[in-house]
């Protein structure tokens, strides 16, 4: 039982260059998160899925798109990265909402920077 | 919008000190409270959480949490702390009956000397 996996970890862009973000998770979660984590600010939630098929945008959704075609996979996109895309993105997955009483499951993080 | 504040960016602390970090939230409604923990180089983990029931909630690794409703607070203690402590902490708020999105304060680092 491997829970919430993400690829790569490390990845350095040029500006304008493309990648997408692979986030699995393998506990049959409907939730799916992305989040970015920036020295002082926390984690600030980038886009999210309440099930196979849907997004949603977080607070902090620009110059990101996702997709959630699989309800393992939850895929995260940069179209055309800039240096304000450095930061460390994290997945994290959820059995339902928080309010029933679940909790939210980190993967490791990818570490992404843009020169 | 909905924010939650810790008060303390970096704390540093010896060996078997006490720890003490706040963390204070915007909202008067329902909230569930998490304290997350993040070691150098590693994903967040759950160090506990509040739903309801009795406000003062224990953790994993000796932590204890308590939840204070006319204070907005959840603070977060430790009667000693060990340097494997060493680590950044994260308050996270659930705003709302029903919701599955949680807002993170900026997180405290500590750092305990041996």
């Known amino acids: 039982n491997a829970g919430v996996t993400q690829t790569p970890k490390f990845r350095v862009l040029k500006t304008g260059q493309s990648m997408t973000l692979l986030c699995a998770q393998d506990?049959?979660?409907?939730?799916m998160y992305w989040y970015r984590q920036d020295p002082g600010m926390g984690l600030r939630l980038i886009h999210y899925?309440?099930?196979?098929?849907?997004?949603a945008k977080g607070e902090v959704p620009d110059g990101y798109n996702v997709s959630r075609l699989k309800k393992q996979n939850f895929l995260l996109g940069l179209e055309s990265a800039a240096p304000s895309q450095t930061s460390v993105y994290f997945c994290?997955?959820?059995?339902?909402?928080?309010?029933?009483?679940?909790?939210?499951?980190f993967g490791a993080g990818t570490r992404l920077s843009v020169l | 919008a909905q924010s939650v504040s810790q008060h303390n960016h970096h704390v540093i602390l010896s060996e078997a000190a006490s720890l003490e970090l706040g963390c204070n939230y915007s909202?008067?409604?329902?909230?569930?409270l998490f304290w997350y923990v993040q070691y150098p180089g590693q994903h967040l983990q759950l160090l506990l959480k509040?739903?309801?029931?009795?406000?003062l909630v224990k953790g994993i690794k000796g932590f204890e949490a308590e939840f204070i409703k006319s204070k907005f607070s959840f603070n977060l203690r430790k009667p000693s702390v060990q340097w494997s402590d060493t680590a950044e902490y994260f308050c996270?708020?659930?705003?709302?009956?029903?919701?599955?999105?949680?807002?993170f304060g900026k997180g405290t680092k500590l750092s305990v000397i041996p």
């Open positions: 994290a997955s959820s059995y339902s909402y928080l309010g029933a009483g679940d909790i939210q499951y």
């Open positions: 506990m049959n979660h409907e939730y």
């Open positions: 899925s309440v099930g196979e098929g849907t997004t």
């Open positions: 909202y008067g409604g329902t909230v569930n």
């Open positions: 509040y739903f309801s029931g009795d406000p």
């Open positions: 996270a708020v659930m705003y709302g009956a029903g919701s599955y999105q949680l807002t």
